[in-house]
Structures are given as C-alpha cells and as structure tokens.
C-alpha cells in the first residue's frame, strides 16, 4: 500500500466512549500532521511531530491525545468528546517539519460524528 | 501572522472553458505557495507549488498557478476546465524557516462546478 492511510473511514461515537484514529505513511516521511476539517473553515492544524517528537500543539483540547510510536505510524486517541467535534480528521506527512517547502500528503480523512 | 483569503466560496465554469481560482496571501518574507485539491470523501491532493524561481508554475492535470509578488496572489489556473476537474480547492501558504518550522496555513476552499 502507498502514501498515507486512515483507519477507520467513518467513526459514529457517543460522548463517553473511547476510541482511536489510526494514520500511517508508506513514503519514509519524518513529520506527521493531524488536522480537524470543518465545514466552511479553514483546516485547523492540530498536532505535529518530527522524528517522533511533537512540535506543536495547536492548543487543541485534552480530550484528543495523539501518539506517535514511529516515524511511520500516528494516532489520535479519543475521550469524552463533545457534538461539536465531529469533522473530517485529516493526517498528512512531509519529509521534514523543518524543509518548509516541502509539500504535505494527506490521508483520506476518517468522518467523525459524534452523537 | 500568515493568511491566505480565496475570495470566492464557489467558481462555475463550463467545460472547455478557461477556469481562475483566486489566492491572496499574507506572510513575513518570502513566501513558499501551495494548491490542494479535494475530491468528495477523500484527503487534500497536492497540485502545484511555488518555492522560487519562474512566477509561472506547472503543475498536474493541466493546472497552472501564477505568482505575482506585488499583488500578493497566486492564483490558479487552467486553459480548459473538465467535468472532472469539480471539487473543493484550497491554496495554502508558509513563510520561511527563522530557526522553528512555520506553519502551512490554507485559506477555506473554493468549490469549482464544471458543467456541460
């Protein structure tokens, strides 16, 4: 498989559960991206890491937690979150967070509703 | 701060036709541009970008993109729209690195309708 993948594509949760989005890249990126896409809004960037380091936490809420146990490999981990977080979740890698030229490869998203 | 506005929520076109998606851009120094295109239920595709050089750039599908520093715009382009070539575009922008990565900043999208 190639490029940037998402699991899983849609998620229905209610406020109290707990999951997890999967992102992984198959391009031997160093730095992976998390972003919330609303409608009629700009992408909102989340979270960053370099090297499996986070760089940025775009004062994003506790109630999302990543993690980035590899360079190749990012989740978001879910908890009591709230209606109005639903949105298309966006992961994206590049080479490096540094190389400011360089593009951004996204995933397909995972929909999530919160209900 | 960095900024990108598209101006237009939706651009209508028909096909055959040439088609304009506009950019304007706020940033401190020189500006690194970007094109994304987004298909329904899929991620952000990258089409083109601008780092330096020529204000002309080539990019997939027959996209073009013109910088122009004065005017602060990059706006895209392509001399003969498709049906297919409908989805959400978004232009995306970041400054230069001054010793921390800046962020890639995208405005919110402008939907192109190519029609028959």
């Known amino acids: 498989e190639t490029g940037v993948t998402q699991t899983p594509r849609h998620l229905v949760m209610g406020m109290t559960n707990k999951k997890s989005l999967k992102c992984e890249q198959h391009?031997?990126?160093?730095?992976m991206y998390w972003y919330k896409q609303s409608a009629k809004k700009p992408l909102e960037l989340m979270f960053v890491?370099?090297?499996?380091?986070?760089?940025e936490n775009n004062s994003v809420p506790s109630r999302f937690s990543p993690e980035c146990p590899n360079s190749s490999h990012l989740f978001l981990h879910l908890h009591t979150l709230q209606p109005e977080d639903s949105a298309l979740y966006l992961c994206?890698?590049?080479?490096?967070?540094?190389?400011?030229?360089?593009?951004?490869?996204f995933g397909p998203g995972t929909r999530l509703t919160v209900l | 701060a960095q900024s990108v506005a598209q101006p237009e929520d939706q651009v209508n076109v028909a096909e055959g036709n040439p088609l304009t998606v506009k950019c304007t851009y706020s940033?401190?120094?020189?500006?690194?541009l970007f094109w994304y295109v987004q298909y329904p239920n899929r991620g952000l595709q990258f089409l083109l970008k601008?780092?330096?050089?020529?204000?002309l750039v080539k990019g997939s599908y027959g996209f073009e993109a013109e910088f122009n520093k004065s005017q602060t715009s990059f706006h895209l382009k392509k001399p003969s729209a498709l049906v297919s070539d409908s989805a959400l575009y978004f232009c995306?922008?970041?400054?230069?690195?001054?010793?921390?990565?800046?962020?890639?900043?995208f405005g919110t999208g402008t939907r192109l309708q190519v029609t028959l």
């Open positions: 994206a890698s590049s080479q490096d967070v540094l190389a400011v030229y360089n593009e951004q490869f």
């Open positions: 391009l031997g990126h160093n730095a």
């Open positions: 890491y370099n090297f499996k380091e986070q760089t």
């Open positions: 940033v401190s120094g020189n500006p690194y």
């Open positions: 601008y780092i330096t050089g020529d204000n």
């Open positions: 995306a922008v970041r400054g230069p690195y001054t010793g921390t990565a800046s962020k890639l900043t």
